[in-house]
């Protein structure tokens, strides 16, 4: 070659220039390639990295609790006991075939304490995917080879919800089982269970339509719950809480390094005193279910397949108790919801899922006769000490327009006898349908103009009906107070005399909840005032401070606001407002007295003379016996003319002269009001003076039994 | 007999080859990233490179002509050396590859590599004039082989392909006739494609994997890669600094120490800090094919040709994996990753390199 003196042989140059040129192209490619990896991608990849390390954390918070009115729990949370196993401190591979025998150890020491097998199933692409800790059927070892394989620093759950007892014996041996440890969750525990699950509710999953706002929110969609009924539902913001967060570097094992950003610590949501007294509840839901039953019973069928009481203080709008029979368990629901038991309410014919008190809406009856009343009186349709004629049965002339010669038909009273005269409190207190018809429509002789749908359905509405009350709970129904406009809209018919006739005794088009009836009476109990009917007594923070008082709020004063529109001599409204006398209450309290007071009244046999230590309380009330057609009775072929079923109401007040709690009964199908639903108010009216002489610390006074 | 002219003596080379060996050694410090089994294991490294390099200048003071005489033995050594781990071998990773002399573990296919390097160039330099005929070509096949196919056995494939390029690269130079190539070319690719089935599954799913990526792949197919890439990537122009890189230090990218040390060192020391140590490896061939090309015989020139293309194709191949561009394979990158014993055959090859280069334009 150059100068290597003659011995060396010749190397083709071409063939090392060729080398130099693959060094070249080579070197040249990976330079390109390193420059666009690192330059032209770099940020694509440093995000990737930060992804890697990163980990965003939330804390849980806890839920805030539910208490009654006296601080008895309603809704708690309770530790739940869950067994888990970090793979990485297990002392060993716990990986490798056959295992340690330290892992071996522990794992068949483990196993019948929690009772899941040590081993068990087969581990194939499959079956890995398809695992969910706590709902699986992998053995121990299998569950922490899954867990080894995706983040071996966290733990897995491998055994849920065990019992107090083991989770101790499982946390002493905490030194001799490195790896295995107790993890505590929180679970939401009814303490009242279904005796009071129509107020309280229960919790469930993040729904799938919601998901992305409660994310937005911090909520973990499969950690966190949210309310799906009663109050657990309509109070979720407050007692939801907000979960805390924190954004840690984690290495490749998951294993955390150190936080990245200052942590925010969970802030536990509210508690919240419920205006519910649990032992009013309690003796409400007694009463009523026992009322239904004995009837089932003597008629030797399912003749009542629901029904509602309600109590509430009509001075403050305090639901005191609120049943809705029948109902169900929500203790059942507070792991997760177990579809069965789920679809089994659902299917229920009885509806256990739908809240009867707020969101059933049936005809009232002849409570719905306090609307009339009123609206009666206040409009001068006639004098109070006006007597009319109840012969029975009277016949009026069904038109559907002014100049329509109509057709004659007959109404009845439920006392075919008839009541002779009777004047506006009599009227109340026997329930006359034949005064109420006269009054309503109108009767030729007696009275010249009725009160008309259009006023009866503005007295009715201040009277709470045709709207929802606003308290809180999900699924409130609105009713129905007819008009001559809506019949017109709806039914593309003229509203006729006939309609208003039976209108105004709460029978036809009327409908109502439960709730608005004994609003209705707590109006009138209260003198006119409409307290906003409310479940929540106080909201108070975790520590127990009271951080929203309880203040009553008064919805409106039918005595005072101007509610009744004023319609001119053509029925056309105006614009001109009115309210309500309150001598016109008065008189209708009179009224109501009577029902119960005077022998003769609908009510007297069942809620007279209820004495409690002693002292009679004075009740005032209205009975209804309300006839309906649903589909229901319709199947069961009940709707024979003349001879309808009939739903039982008795709504009433006590003390009459100083009231302090009304109560509505309500039986589906019971019968008459007040026989059947009379007595269920009447334990409701004894156990509230009852407690309240306890409260009190009243000595009892023992009464002799005869 | 030559003599020695220390003047003579590659520093560049020498210098080169030592800072490699000690910024691979810092770089390993790194990329342990506080994993204690792996600590006890790298504190060894500074000592292979210490010993390395006393034996290295020992190396480059033996004249390399004696290994030219001593050929045979030293064939025998080598196939003896691997055939000995098969009895008293230590298993390690499922295979048989370390040797343990009670003071270090030698893996003695890594210095088989040089030993063949030895032989190989010598048969080439003495059968130069003789026709480059097929006899030619099969006879240094089967010499080759004869030592491969005991690593083959082991199994260790990338050691096995390493030492066969050793023999493509001194062909190439040795003067292999253009259809020969051909021939030895399409006779390769079809061993290939009849050898495939007998790959162990690991190595076929590499291939496959690299060849046709599966967008299904399960994450841990594709995760050494992807998360090479991703520590490369995010070292941007300067690198994120010495043991402040994410995916190194919070152990994202496995073994960073030996096969993805590159991504370590790209992520810490960004493109500038791997240009410098890229363009230092090729400085190290560069040098070595000049030794070649100034070598006084043929013998010197082949030993520092078929060095240089060993160096290349490690380096190369490693690289490449690094960078997603070549299947995943076992290569170290030469002087840099972790292993004594391809740190050992590494610098022991500089030596031989350098005694050559001592020897060149003197007669004896």
């Not at chain 1, 007819?482 to 018919?493: C, D, F, L």
């Not at chain 1, 039918?558 to 529109?565: N, Q």
């Not at chain 2, 690719?189 to 046709?212: K, M, W």
Request: one cysteine or more.
């Amino acid at each position: 070659m150059n100068n290597a003196k003659g011995n060396k042989p010749v190397i083709d140059k071409w063939r090392i220039r060729f080398i130099y040129i693959l060094i070249a192209i080579v070197f040249g490619f990976y330079t390109l390639k390193l420059f666009t990896v690192q330059i032209i991608n770099g940020n694509y990849y440093l995000e990737q990295s930060e992804d890697n390390r990163t980990n965003e954390i939330n804390i849980q918070t806890e839920r805030g609790i539910i208490m009654d009115r006296n601080g008895v729990v309603l809704a708690r949370n309770v530790a739940s006991y869950n067994v888990t196993i970090t793979p990485a401190d297990l002392p060993g591979d716990p990986t490798v075939n056959p295992l340690p025998g330290a892992i071996q150890e522990i794992y068949r020491e483990l196993s019948p304490l929690i009772d899941i097998p040590v081993s068990n199933g087969v581990l194939n692409d499959d079956t890995v995917k398809l695992f969910t800790p706590c709902y699986t059927d992998f053995g121990i070892a299998e569950i922490v080879i899954i867990q080894d394989t995706n983040a071996p620093y966290t733990a897995v759950n491998v055994a849920c919800d065990i019992d107090k007892e083991t989770a101790m014996i499982i946390s002493e041996k905490a030194t001799d089982w490195p790896g295995v440890g107790i993890k505590i969750e929180p679970i939401r525990e009814y303490p009242t269970g279904d005796m009071t699950s129509e107020i309280i509710g229960f919790l469930g999953p993040i729904p799938a339509t919601q998901e992305e706002y409660y994310r937005e929110e911090g909520f973990v969609t499969d950690r966190d719950k949210v309310g799906y009924a009663g109050v657990e539902s309509t109070l979720n913001d407050i007692l939801a809480g907000k979960n805390g967060k924190r954004v840690v570097e984690v290495d490749v094992a998951g294993k955390e390094i150190r936080d990245l950003e200052p942590p925010v610590d969970p802030i536990p949501g509210n508690n919240v005193k419920l205006t519910i007294d649990t032992r009013l509840q309690a003796a409400t839901k007694a009463a009523l279910i026992g009322e239904i039953q004995w009837w089932n019973r003597y008629f030797n069928t399912i003749r009542s397949s629901n029904g509602v009481a309600i109590a509430v203080n009509p001075k403050t709008g305090e639901v005191l108790a609120m049943v809705s029979y029948p109902t169900f368990e929500n203790n059942r629901m507070a792991k997760y919801i177990p579809a069965y038991y789920y679809n089994q309410l659902l299917a229920d014919p009885l509806t256990p899922l739908f809240n009867h008190a707020i969101s059933a809406e049936h005809p009232p009856g002849s409570v719905f006769k306090l609307s009339t009343a009123i609206g009666v009186m206040n409009e001068g349709v006639v004098t109070p000490n006006q007597s009319l004629t109840c012969p029975g049965k009277i016949t009026i002339t069904e038109k559907y327009s002014p100049n329509d010669p109509g057709y004659e038909r007959e109404y009845v009273c439920y006392d075919e006898l008839g009541h002779g005269q009777v004047s506006y409190t009599r009227a109340i207190a026997l329930s006359c349908d034949i005064y109420f018809y006269k009054v309503g429509g109108g009767y030729a002789g007696e009275v010249d103009e009725g009160l008309g749908i259009d006023r009866l359905a503005e007295y009715a509405k201040a009277l709470s009906y045709g709207q929802a009350t606003g308290i809180e709970l999900p699924g409130e129904a609105e009713g129905l107070i007819p008009t001559s406009a809506w019949k017109r809209i709806n039914m593309s018919e003229n509203w006729s005399t006939g309609d208003t006739y039976i209108a105004a005794m709460g029978q036809g088009y009327v409908l109502s909840t439960a709730l608005q009836v004994v609003e209705s009476a707590a109006i009138i109990a209260n003198d006119g005032v409409y307290m906003q009917p409310t479940l929540v007594r106080e909201v108070l923070d975790s520590d127990g401070n009271v951080i929203q008082s309880f203040t009553p709020k008064v919805k409106w004063d039918i005595t005072k606001d101007p509610l009744i529109t004023v319609f001119d001599e053509n029925g056309i409204a105006t614009e001109e407002k009115k309210t309500v006398a309150p001598w016109v209450i008065d008189l209708t309290q009179e009224g109501m007295r009577k029902v119960v007071a005077d022998t003769e009244g609908t009510a007297h046999n069942y809620l007279n003379n209820i004495i409690i230590n002693g002292k009679e309380i004075p009740v005032a009330g209205k009975t209804g016996t309300a006839e309906y057609c649903d589909n229901v009775a319709q199947e069961k072929g009940l709707c024979i003319p003349g001879s309808w079923p009939t739903h039982s109401w008795f709504v009433g007040y006590a003390p009459y002269d100083d009231p302090e709690i009304a109560v509505v009964a309500f039986v589906y199908n019971g019968g008459e009001g007040a026989s059947v639903a009379g007595p269920i108010a009447r334990k409701v009216f004894e156990a509230y003076f009852e407690l309240k002489a306890i409260d009190a610390g009243e000595p009892e006074v023992v009464e002799e039994i005869e | 007999m030559k003599r020695i002219i220390w003047r003579n003596f590659d520093f560049w080379l020498f210098g080169a080859a030592i800072f490699l060996s000690i910024f691979g050694i810092m770089m390993i410090q790194s990329a342990i990233a506080g994993n204690v089994n792996l600590e006890q294991a790298v504190s060894r490294q500074p000592l292979y490179l210490a010993g390395g390099t006393v034996l290295m200048l020992i190396m480059a003071a033996i004249d390399y002509h004696y290994w030219g005489s001593l050929a045979r033995f030293i064939y025998i050594f080598a196939i003896a050396s691997l055939i000995v781990i098969y009895v008293v071998g230590e298993v390690s990773y499922g295979s048989a590859r370390w040797l343990d002399t009670g003071v270090i573990m030698i893996q003695p296919s890594e210095i088989v590599k040089i030993l063949m390097i030895m032989v190989l160039a010598d048969y080439f330099a003495k059968n130069y004039d003789k026709p480059h005929d097929m006899k030619w070509i099969i006879q240094s096949f089967l010499m080759t082989f004869g030592v491969v196919i005991w690593i083959l056995l082991q199994p260790n494939l990338s050691t096995s392909i390493v030492i066969m390029v050793i023999w493509a690269a001194l062909l190439w130079i040795s003067g292999l006739p253009l259809k020969y190539l051909l021939i030895l070319g399409i006779v390769g690719l079809v061993l290939i494609a009849a050898a495939f089935p007998l790959l162990e599954d690991y190595q076929r799913g590499r291939i496959l994997n690299f060849i046709f990526p599966d967008p299904e792949a399960s994450y841990g197919d594709t995760y050494n890669v992807e998360q090479a890439l991703i520590t490369i990537g995010s070292g941007g122009l300067l690198g994120q600094g010495y043991g402040q890189g994410t995916q190194v230090q919070l152990r994202f990218l496995k073994v960073r120490h030996t096969d993805f040390i590159f991504s370590a060192m790209a992520e810490e020391f960004g493109f500038v800090g791997t240009m410098v140590v890229m363009l230092l490896i090729v400085f190290v061939i560069w040098r070595c094919l000049e030794v070649g090309r100034s070598a006084s015989d043929l013998y010197g020139s082949l030993i520092a040709y078929a060095y240089a293309a060993m160096l290349f194709f490690q380096a190369a191949v490693n690289i490449g994996v690094n960078l997603n561009v070549v299947p995943v394979s076992g290569l170290p990158l030469p002087f840099v990753s972790y292993g004594g014993s391809s740190l050992l055959s590494t610098i022991l090859g500089i030596g031989l390199v350098e005694s050559v280069s001592l020897r060149k334009g003197n007669i004896s």
